[in-house]
């Protein structure tokens, strides 16, 4: 028959905290049914450890795992890999409480929960995550102190103590470790399919595709100038550009025919050091896309990335984390040639629809040549009765550019785009919309712009054949002017639809003096974890550069030891102190004892235990043989003890002082000589 291992009071109430905390952060993650998995596993172990039932036969154990893998491989077909894995990972860990035996096996679950602890950081990032964890690893190394223990311990708190202590102790030398050990790619930045969906622009635009966004409050990404922010008109973040023409969609063509430029540097100086040049860093929230926003126009970008000839940005494969990049862009358009093709793709129409719209480019264009006189007159027009609204009535005829134009003329960034676009190609000018973002709320106390979803906008582009140059043209801005004035929270705040999916910012809660002081403290404190922490590999040659004057293996290594020595000593040092500081109370009441007997002439022989002491002073005092019989089983009780009892000691401490008071020349039978 196999050895049972029978977990302490302590060790099975630490446990379930253990397996609670580490379960909850995947509440959201992993399929659902692995949490009543968790509720059988756990009542079954329960009941065990009551001993109303026994351990589950190996055919239950072996069906539960057959299901688990079904249900994993069923699982696989949202195709999130990494959430399939995890969550294998989780029903090892409830599996393995069914046949806890020994120990061993009882480690083993505890080393599985310090494992899935990390692998919560796959999927949050947060500060909030990041004290939860902590708090994770403390409970669970309670858990671990505690199977170590005896049924006779059921001290609950005193190894959740130890615990605490133990990692404050090992909290300098972490961040040492942190701030000087070489780095590699942090688990987080693995790129991952985890099933979950993401919010922000996509390839194909609609011209109502851009006003669903402004239900969302999600962050799209924060920047921090070096230097002078672009004023709130300028503030133009390009995401991608659309360049074909459905009839009713655009999309982006293929990359065939596109120059690429890699890397940093890849325009003169003098466009880097210009006053209209701009410095800045980007976090870039994940947005599953494989595009990187910038401002306007990016005339130095990472090496990691690479900017196409419609002077968008793009990385090296789909964001699925956050990121964080530097950029230098440039307010001024630049001048560029088109090749025959690409001048013939930036012209495409569909062949047939939208007649009347194709007549009106084609009058304007014969009355007012030129590109200059063109846009005016249709900026113009623009200007006249058409509307801003984030519910424009539906285009569902084949000819929507007209019936916008002609009929509803009301219709939110996306359309004013999409029909002046269509206007500039009927008239033979070539033009393509933007997706991107217009605006960013400025945290006064870090100068960091936050720029949400709901600040998504799109605009339109025409190239100059006079000067070679793209021109940023916003029909928008002529519409509604406020729009480039105000914030996007502040134009739309009366419009329902807006921030419908952000209930809490949309009424204003977030917004009050002393919530909206709040909010703006932890971004920014979640902006500088963002930078500081979670991406400090970026940031770490530079510090180790200004640190060290240089970097070089050997300078690294003393570096490593020299500042791990000092840690080291500081806590030996600590510790040793803390030791000579903390006198043992059973040998002060026995110092008491020894002083009070010295005055007769009494003291202990060298060897002499305190049991033989004791024994020796019931025969000097007779009258007192209960008192001292007594204070010597209280002494071996505490000294062979696995822990001191506090009732004992005190216990211990009183008879101490009972013997001194009563002991006296009178009592004493067997005077020294």
């Given at each position: 028959?196999?050895?049972?291992?029978?977990?302490?009071?302590?060790?099975?109430?630490?446990?379930?905290?253990?397996?609670?905390?580490?379960?909850?952060?995947?509440?959201?993650?992993?399929?659902?049914?692995?949490?009543?998995?968790?509720?059988?596993?756990?009542?079954?172990?329960?009941?065990?450890?009551?001993?109303?039932?026994?351990?589950?036969?190996?055919?239950?154990?072996?069906?539960?795992?057959?299901?688990?893998?079904?249900?994993?491989?069923?699982?696989?077909?949202?195709?999130?890999?990494?959430?399939?894995?995890?969550?294998?990972?989780?029903?090892?860990?409830?599996?393995?409480?069914?046949?806890?035996?020994?120990?061993?096996?009882?480690?083993?679950?505890?080393?599985?929960?310090?494992?899935?602890?990390?692998?919560?950081?796959?999927?949050?990032?947060?500060?909030?995550?990041?004290?939860?964890?902590?708090?994770?690893?403390?409970?669970?190394?309670?858990?671990?102190?505690?199977?170590?223990?005896?049924?006779?311990?059921?001290?609950?708190?005193?190894?959740?103590?130890?615990?605490?202590?133990?990692?404050?102790?090992?909290?300098?030398?972490?961040?040492?470790?942190?701030?000087?050990?070489?780095?590699?790619?942090?688990?987080?930045?693995?790129?991952?399919?985890?099933?979950?969906?993401?919010?922000?622009?996509?390839?194909?635009?609609?011209?109502?595709?851009?006003?669903?966004?402004?239900?969302?409050?999600?962050?799209?990404?924060?920047?921090?100038?070096?230097?002078?922010?672009?004023?709130?008109?300028?503030?133009?973040?390009?995401?991608?550009?659309?360049?074909?023409?459905?009839?009713?969609?655009?999309?982006?063509?293929?990359?065939?025919?596109?120059?690429?430029?890699?890397?940093?540097?890849?325009?003169?100086?003098?466009?880097?050091?210009?006053?209209?040049?701009?410095?800045?860093?980007?976090?870039?929230?994940?947005?599953?896309?494989?595009?990187?926003?910038?401002?306007?126009?990016?005339?130095s970008y990472p090496v990691t990335m690479r900017r196409l000839s419609d002077m968008t940005l793009q990385g090296q494969g789909p964001l699925m984390q956050r990121t964080q990049y530097s950029l230098?862009?440039?307010?001024?358009?630049?001048?560029?040639?088109?090749?025959?093709?690409?001048?013939?793709?930036?012209?495409?129409?569909?062949?047939?629809?939208?007649?009347?719209?194709?007549?009106?480019?084609?009058?304007?264009?014969?009355?007012?040549?030129?590109?200059?006189?063109?846009?005016?007159?249709?900026?113009?027009?623009?200007?006249?009765?058409?509307?801003?609204?984030?519910?424009?009535?539906?285009?569902?005829?084949?000819?929507?550019?007209?019936?916008?134009?002609?009929?509803?003329?009301?219709?939110?960034?996306?359309?004013?785009?999409?029909?002046?676009?269509?206007?500039?190609?009927?008239?033979?000018?070539?033009?393509?919309?933007?997706?991107?973002?217009?605006?960013?709320?400025?945290?006064?106390?870090?100068?960091?712009?936050?720029?949400?979803?709901?600040?998504?906008?799109?605009?339109?582009?025409?190239?100059?054949?006079?000067?070679?140059?793209?021109?940023?043209?916003?029909?928008?801005?002529?519409?509604?002017?406020?729009?480039?004035?105000?914030?996007?929270?502040?134009?739309?705040?009366?419009?329902?639809?807006?921030?419908?999916?952000?209930?809490?910012?949309?009424?204003?809660?977030?917004?009050?003096?002393?919530?909206?002081?709040?909010?703006?403290?932890?971004?920014?404190?979640?902006?500088?974890?963002?930078?500081?922490?979670?991406?400090?590999?970026?940031?770490?040659?530079?510090?180790?550069?200004?640190?060290?004057?240089?970097?070089?293996?050997?300078?690294?290594?003393?570096?490593?030891?020299?500042?791990?020595?000092?840690?080291?000593?500081?806590?030996?040092?600590?510790?040793?102190?803390?030791?000579?500081?903390?006198?043992?109370?059973?040998?002060?009441?026995?110092?008491?004892?020894?002083?009070?007997?010295?005055?007769?002439?009494?003291?202990?022989?060298?060897?002499?235990?305190?049991?033989?002491?004791?024994?020796?002073?019931?025969?000097?005092?007779?009258?007192?043989?209960?008192?001292?019989?007594?204070?010597?089983?209280?002494?071996?009780?505490?000294?062979?003890?696995?822990?001191?009892?506090?009732?004992?000691?005190?216990?211990?401490?009183?008879?101490?002082?009972?013997?001194?008071?009563?002991?006296?020349?009178?009592?004493?039978?067997?005077?020294?000589?």
């Amino acid at each position: 028959m196999k050895p049972l291992f029978q977990l302490t009071r302590s060790s099975m109430i630490w446990l379930l905290v253990s397996i609670l905390m580490v379960m909850a952060p995947y509440v959201t993650v992993v399929p659902g049914w692995l949490f009543l998995l968790a509720v059988f596993t756990v009542g079954w172990r329960l009941m065990v450890h009551s001993g109303r039932w026994s351990f589950p036969h190996w055919s239950v154990r072996s069906a539960l795992l057959a299901l688990v893998l079904v249900g994993l491989l069923f699982e696989l077909r949202s195709g999130s890999v990494m959430v399939v894995t995890v969550g294998l990972l989780l029903a090892a860990f409830l599996l393995k409480l069914t046949e806890m035996y020994r120990r061993r096996d009882a480690l083993v679950v505890l080393y599985v929960a310090l494992l899935l602890i990390v692998c919560s950081f796959l999927f949050f990032q947060s500060i909030p995550m990041a004290l939860y964890s902590l708090i994770s690893l403390i409970v669970v190394t309670a858990c671990l102190n505690t199977v170590y223990r005896s049924q006779q311990n059921t001290d609950i708190w005193r190894p959740l103590k130890r615990s605490a202590v133990l990692y404050m102790q090992a909290l300098p030398m972490m961040l040492v470790l942190f701030l000087i050990f070489p780095r590699i790619a942090p688990l987080w930045q693995v790129d991952m399919n985890t099933g979950q969906s993401f919010t922000g622009l996509s390839d194909s635009m609609s011209p109502g595709d851009v006003s669903r966004l402004t239900r969302s409050a999600d962050i799209a990404f924060r920047a921090r100038f070096d230097g002078p922010l672009p004023t709130e008109n300028q503030r133009y973040w390009r995401g991608l550009t659309y360049d074909r023409f459905d009839g009713r969609r655009w999309t982006r063509s293929g990359q065939r025919g596109f120059e690429l430029q890699n890397g940093l540097q890849s325009s003169p100086p003098d466009q880097l050091t210009s006053p209209r040049a701009y410095r800045y860093e980007m976090v870039m929230e994940a947005t599953g896309q494989i595009w990187r926003y910038g401002l306007d126009v990016p005339v130095s970008y990472p090496v990691t990335m690479r900017r196409l000839s419609d002077m968008t940005l793009q990385g090296q494969g789909p964001l699925m984390q956050r990121t964080q990049y530097s950029l230098v862009s440039r307010s001024a358009p630049l001048r560029q040639t088109l090749s025959a093709e690409r001048y013939d793709t930036y012209l495409q129409l569909p062949e047939r629809g939208n007649e009347k719209a194709r007549q009106l480019a084609l009058q304007w264009a014969s009355r007012q040549p030129g590109v200059k006189a063109f846009t005016v007159r249709m900026m113009t027009f623009f200007a006249t009765d058409f509307r801003y609204t984030l519910e424009p009535p539906l285009l569902p005829g084949s000819d929507s550019v007209d019936q916008f134009l002609f009929q509803t003329r009301r219709g939110f960034c996306g359309h004013f785009a999409s029909a002046g676009a269509f206007l500039l190609r009927a008239a033979g000018i070539p033009a393509r919309v933007v997706g991107g973002y217009l605006g960013g709320e400025l945290n006064p106390l870090d100068g960091a712009l936050t720029v949400r979803q709901y600040e998504a906008h799109a605009w339109l582009e025409y190239w100059d054949k006079a000067d070679l140059r793209w021109h940023r043209l916003d029909p928008t801005s002529v519409v509604s002017p406020l729009r480039l004035e105000q914030s996007a929270a502040q134009l739309f705040s009366t419009e329902p639809s807006f921030l419908a999916d952000a209930m809490l910012m949309r009424n204003g809660f977030l917004r009050g003096s002393l919530l909206k002081e709040l909010r703006l403290r932890y971004e920014m404190i979640n902006y500088g974890w963002h930078r500081w922490v979670l991406n400090f590999q970026d940031r770490q040659s530079g510090f180790l550069q200004e640190l060290l004057g240089g970097i070089s293996v050997v300078k690294i290594v003393l570096l490593i030891l020299g500042t791990g020595g000092l840690v080291l000593l500081a806590v030996a040092g600590s510790l040793f102190v803390c030791r000579r500081q903390r006198k043992d109370p059973l040998i002060i009441a026995l110092k008491r004892l020894d002083k009070c007997l010295l005055k007769l002439g009494l003291q202990r022989c060298s060897g002499e235990t305190p049991g033989q002491f004791f024994t020796r002073l019931e025969q000097s005092f007779p009258s007192l043989s209960e008192e001292f019989a007594a204070l010597s089983r209280c002494y071996e009780q505490i000294s062979y003890a696995e822990d001191c009892d506090p009732e004992l000691l005190s216990l211990f401490r009183r008879l101490v002082a009972r013997c001194c008071a009563l002991i006296s020349p009178k009592l004493l039978i067997d005077k020294p000589t």
